[in-house]
Each structure stands twice: as structure tokens, then as C-alpha cells.
């Protein structure tokens, strides 16, 4: 069984934690509580092989950002989050990209994700502009809606079948698989392009 650590990442707010609880457990937290860090599991079936995934749910406060850089720093795959009904949100995902890839050094495995997908009535960021910077950044995209589980289990389904690809086109990392190598030397690029 193959098991992935995946971080997500964004401003507070967005959802973060709505969307780790919606996935590992299948129910939709109504209230904010700001997240300092917290960890939740599942194991799942994918294309029929079963996998244990870890989603590290980081802080978005920006007075927690060494924490959140050693989750980044452990993390095989992430998921950028933005509010849909939010451009604040959505301005600053540059700002995580930028402190993902200086941490990983490399081509890190991400999603953009839109979320709160059911508030369209509020929506500042449309589906357009989100498909949009996805493609700029080089990964792919999509809306959610942690609140009704629009696409939630696709968003980690998808994430997997990525971190399994690269994992196959770089078959001596264990360190990408999970198992954790320190003799797998850092400086090794994964070479991966994701267009939507």
C-alpha cells in the first residue's frame, strides 16, 4: 500500500479544514476555528490499488508560517485553496506557491482548488480566472464545495494518480512513495508537466 503526505495550503478561511474533515470523514464542519495544525487519515481505493493518505491541514495565519514550512518541507503533494466567494484569497496564492516551491526545490505535485463552490451567489473569482492561473502555475484545477462534497474526493483522488505518475517516472525515490529514504540526495529533480 502506498501512502502520501499532502499538505494544503492557503489564507484562512478558504476551507482547508472543511475539506481534509469532508474527505477523511465525510461530514462538513460548520464553524471556524482558525487551524494551527492538524493531521487527518484515510485509506482509499485507487484505480483499484488501496493507499493511506495523511492531509496536513496548515495554518493560514501568517504568524504560523515556520510551522507551515515544515509541513510544506514533508509534504509530497499540495493543494493550493482559495475561497471562490473571496479575491483576497485568491491574490495571495501566489505568495504559497512561491514559499512551496522555494522549500521543495523542485517541481512540487499540486492542485489549485476553488472552494466554497456552493456560494456562487457570492462568487468573486470566477471558474475562468481559476483555470487560468492553474494553468500559469503548471498544475491542474478544480472547484469544490466542502459543504456539499462537490469534488472533494476527486481533489485527492486526482492528487494520488499525480504522486503515483511521478513516482513511476522516478522509480528509485522511495522518499516520493512514502517510505521515507535519507540516502535519496535532495538535489534529484522530478521532471513532471501538468496542463489542463
Known amino acids: 500500500m502506498d501512502q502520501w503526505r499532502i499538505a494544503v495550503l492557503g489564507d484562512g478561511g478558504v476551507g482547508k479544514t472543511a475539506l481534509a474533515v ?6 462538513f464542519v460548520e464553524t471556524y476555528d482558525p487551524t494551527i495544525e492538524d493531521a487527518y487519515r484515510k485509506q482509499l481505493l485507487v484505480d483499484n490499488k488501496m493507499c493511506f493518505v495523511e492531509v496536513i491541514d496548515t495554518a493560514g495565519q501568517e504568524e504560523y508560517s515556520t510551522l507551515r514550512d515544515q509541513w510544506v518541507r514533508e509534504g509530497q503533494g499540495f493543494i493550493l485553496v482559495y475561497s471562490i466567494a473571496s479575491r483576497s484569497t485568491f491574490d495571495r496564492l501566489e505568495t504559497f506557491r512561491q514559499n512551496m516551491l522555494r522549500i521543495k526545490r523542485g517541481r512540487p505535485i499540486f492542485m489549485l482548488v476553488g472552494n466554497k463552490a456552493d456560494k456562487g451567489y457570492e462568487r468573486e473569482v470566477s471558474k475562468e480566472e481559476g483555470a487560468s492561473l492553474a494553468r500559469s502555475f503548471g498544475c491542474d484545477f478544480l472547484e469544490t464545495s466542502a459543504k456539499t462534497a462537490q469534488n472533494v474526493d476527486k481533489l485527492f483522488t486526482d492528487l494520488v494518480r499525480l504522486l503515483r505518475m511521478t513516482r513511476e517516472q522516478d522509480p528509485q525515490s522511495k522518499l516520493l512513495a512514502g517510505r521515507g ?8 529533480k522530478l521532471k513532471l ?3 489542463c
Open 22 to 27: 469532508q474527505f477523511t470523514m465525510n461530514c
Open 181 to 188: 529514504d535519507d540516502k535519496v540526495k535532495p538535489e534529484k
Open 193 to 195: 508537466c501538468v496542463i
